[in-house]
């Protein structure tokens, strides 16, 4: 019999096979489904980038292996950006690491880190790389609580003298996916403290830095002092330029943290496609309107789901940032089975909260990532529902 490894057989269950299967099903009878559970954009990738990247997909040059680094260009044009939206300098040779996508560079980076026992302190619910990524590398995950009670944010002073000891990690996401929530200036100059004084590298995640509404604008850790030394961020195009299937993003930070990443990739991958990376220096330092046209699509989707949902009734929260809505269902009621009848009774498709962990527990996450009409399509089905 083939046997799995121990670290394969300890890595978290799927929680959304069954009701990916259920999809697959529903879709097959021909069924009306409406897809509330996927965070992937609906919008095409923005056609000046569409255009930098088949030029440079016809150039030659382009085809043979790329620097594992990541082009020059390319690097100087995150960091062009990077200052011009945090206003923070980043050395391009140092500290900036292109990735093919962030989760990549997110999953691969415990490996640089953990010894066989040693912990992350994750963030739960969750995106799941944090975990995988941990126990992959050998690792063991501590929970960190994210409650509706403490606005999703962990609560540091909880972590147990033992837990800050073995840990080398802390996973942060704000803006968070799956709970939509933020983070302030007061719990980041804690977590600084905080990551300092227990030896801690500070993993953060900003894959959602561009999308948000009201006036809020995320800022990054390292706009905060004293980041420098523990913090390695990770942004994506994917996200923010509808890039999903492009496969590109990138680590900056403390360059022996940046240095480390390179390591363990110049081991598994050999760069990313440089015709993507053309056109991401293309979507990079392009005119950056399209991003508020983005974000006015998302607003006003939003507004009609959660306005919506509030009108029925529901516990709707209304995020400042990401495309995700997160909804506290009443009490008792399992996720996965509101989940399920969601499907069965609407032919709707949520993301049941405990998919990303056992947090997670009594929400729903839907996605704002189908057009208002098929959004009030689904308001009047779940409507007739209840
Ligand atoms: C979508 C997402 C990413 C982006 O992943 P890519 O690999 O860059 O496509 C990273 N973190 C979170 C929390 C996400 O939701």
């Not at 690097?75 to 011009?84: L, P």
Request: glycine residues 8%; positive net charge.
């Amino acid at each position: 019999m083939l046997k799995l490894s121990k670290k394969i057989q300890g890595l978290p269950p799927y929680l959304f096979l069954e009701i990916d299967k259920a999809k697959r099903r529903a879709r097959a009878e021909g069924r009306d489904i409406i897809d509330l559970g996927i965070g992937d954009p609906d919008q095409p990738t923005p056609k000046f980038i569409i255009e930098a990247l088949a030029r440079a997909a016809m150039d030659p040059a382009n085809h043979r292996y790329a620097l594992d680094q990541g082009m020059p260009l390319l690097r100087s044009a995150i960091g062009d950006w990077y200052k011009s939206r945090f206003n923070v300098d980043l050395n391009p040779e140092t500290e900036i690491l292109p990735l093919i996508g962030s989760k990549e560079g997110i999953a691969h980076f415990p490996l640089a880190f953990l010894n066989p026992g040693d912990l992350t302190l994750v963030p739960d619910p969750c995106y799941p790389p944090y975990k995988g990524g941990t126990i992959l590398a050998g690792g063991r995950p501590y929970l960190m609580p994210l409650l509706a009670a403490n606005d999703f944010l962990p609560d540091l002073k909880k972590i147990p003298l033992a837990a800050r000891k073995k840990a080398r990690i802390i996973f942060i996401n704000y803006p968070n996916n799956p709970t939509g929530a933020c983070a302030n200036d007061k719990f980041y100059t804690e977590l600084i403290e905080f990551a300092v004084k227990n030896k801690l590298i500070i993993i953060s995640d900003l894959a959602y830095s561009e999308m948000f509404y009201d006036g809020y604008r995320p800022r990054s850790l390292l706009e905060f002092p004293g980041a420098r030394q523990a913090v390695i961020e990770f942004h994506s195009l994917s996200k923010t330029y509808n890039m999903t299937g492009w496969r590109v993003g990138w680590a900056c930070g403390n360059p022996q943290l940046v240095a480390a990443l390179a390591k363990v990739k110049s081991n598994i991958d050999s760069g990313i496609f440089s015709a993507v990376q053309l056109a991401a220096v293309a979507a990079l330092s392009g005119k950056q309107d399209y991003l508020q046209e983005m974000r006015d699509l998302y607003r006003q989707r939003r507004d009609c789901l959660v306005d919506g949902l509030k009108c029925l009734g529901w516990e709707a929260m209304r995020p400042k940032a990401t495309f995700y809505v997160w909804i506290k269902l009443s009490a008792k009621v399992d996720a996965i089975s509101f989940a399920a009848h969601l499907l069965q009774a609407a032919d709707i498709v949520a993301t049941p909260g405990v998919g990303f962990g056992r947090w997670g527990q009594g929400y729903i996450r839907m996605a704002l990532t189908v057009s208002e009409d098929r959004m009030k399509e689904a308001l009047r089905r779940i409507k007739k529902i209840s």
